[in-house]
């Protein structure tokens, strides 16, 4: 380079060298920072699903992949590059946990909301980017808080309780007076009633 880098000279020359304990070196000094900067950063939401280190470990690893791209000399334009790294980490990370959490929730409404709906609300939930979307919608709705009425009531006690209730199976087998292996079983059959009945079309064919 025809101006020196002033920061960890020695670390900076390895790491251009392709030096892993060069680079190492050369980041470590910024750990701090930029485990302050994710803590700040990151959502409460999502921190249970990664830690702050762990980030800022992913970050460590994109940075030592495109440090070849990297044509600051200062110290302070590193600890910028790496906090623009460590920012894109954390929104990747977020994006991921809010597609999780949609999933869920798909996986959730017809336990926490459809058994329950009346007309207006299963309108409202169905809203789609065309008519078809919306009558699709509303059509899988309608068949799901049927499917729930339609299985025998031990079968859809067990299933809401430990799917919408979220609890574990001794505690729900304490509630209905059952063995532990005899409300899994309960819960098991209480899935495949469901599958069974959501299988097959609105005219009851396959």
Same mark, same amino acid.
């Given at each position: 380079?025809s101006?020196?880098f002033?920061?960890?000279?020695?670390a900076?020359? &390895?790491?251009?060298?392709?030096?892993?304990d $060069? =680079? +190492?070196?050369?980041l470590?000094? #910024?750990?701090? @920072?930029l485990?302050?900067?994710?803590?700040? !950063?990151?959502?409460?939401s999502?921190?249970?699903k990664a830690s702050t280190s *762990?980030?800022?470990q992913?970050?460590?690893l994109?940075? /030592?992949?495109? #440090?070849?791209s990297?044509?600051?000399?200062t110290?302070?334009e590193?600890?910028?590059?790496? &906090?623009k790294?460590?920012v894109?980490e954390?929104c990747?990370?977020?994006?991921? =946990?809010?597609?999780?959490?949609k999933?869920?929730?798909?996986?959730?409404?017809p336990?926490d %909301?459809?058994i329950?709906? *009346?007309?207006?609300?299963?309108?409202?939930?169905?809203? +789609?980017?065309s008519?078809?979307?919306? *009558?699709? &919608?509303r *059509? /899988?709705?309608?068949?799901?808080?049927e499917?729930?009425?339609r299985?025998?009531?031990? /079968?859809?006690?067990?299933f809401?309780?430990?799917?919408?209730?979220d609890l574990d199976?001794?505690?729900i087998?304490?509630r209905i007076?059952?063995?532990d292996a005899? %409300? !899994?079983?309960? @819960?098991? &059959?209480?899935?495949?009633?469901? !599958?069974?009945i959501l299988?097959? $079309?609105?005219d $009851?064919?396959?």
């Amino acid at each position: 380079m025809s101006e020196p880098f002033d920061g960890d000279r020695d670390a900076f020359d &390895r790491a251009r060298n392709g030096s892993s304990d $060069g =680079f +190492g070196d050369l980041l470590e000094g #910024f750990r701090e @920072y930029l485990l302050l900067v994710a803590g700040k !950063r990151i959502s409460k939401s999502v921190l249970p699903k990664a830690s702050t280190s *762990d980030v800022v470990q992913n970050t460590f690893l994109e940075a /030592q992949k495109g #440090f070849a791209s990297f044509r600051g000399k200062t110290n302070a334009e590193l600890k910028g590059w790496l &906090r623009k790294i460590l920012v894109c980490e954390i929104c990747e990370l977020e994006r991921k =946990f809010m597609r999780s959490k949609k999933r869920s929730i798909r996986r959730e409404i017809p336990l926490d %909301t459809v058994i329950d709906m *009346d007309t207006a609300e299963i309108r409202s939930a169905s809203r +789609g980017p065309s008519p078809e979307e919306r *009558d699709r &919608r509303r *059509d /899988q709705f309608e068949r799901l808080r049927e499917a729930l009425r339609r299985i025998p009531h031990a /079968q859809a006690a067990v299933f809401l309780m430990r799917s919408k209730d979220d609890l574990d199976f001794p505690a729900i087998a304490k509630r209905i007076n059952k063995s532990d292996a005899a %409300t !899994r079983k309960i @819960y098991a &059959r209480a899935i495949e009633s469901l !599958r069974e009945i959501l299988r097959k $079309g609105p005219d $009851g064919n396959k």
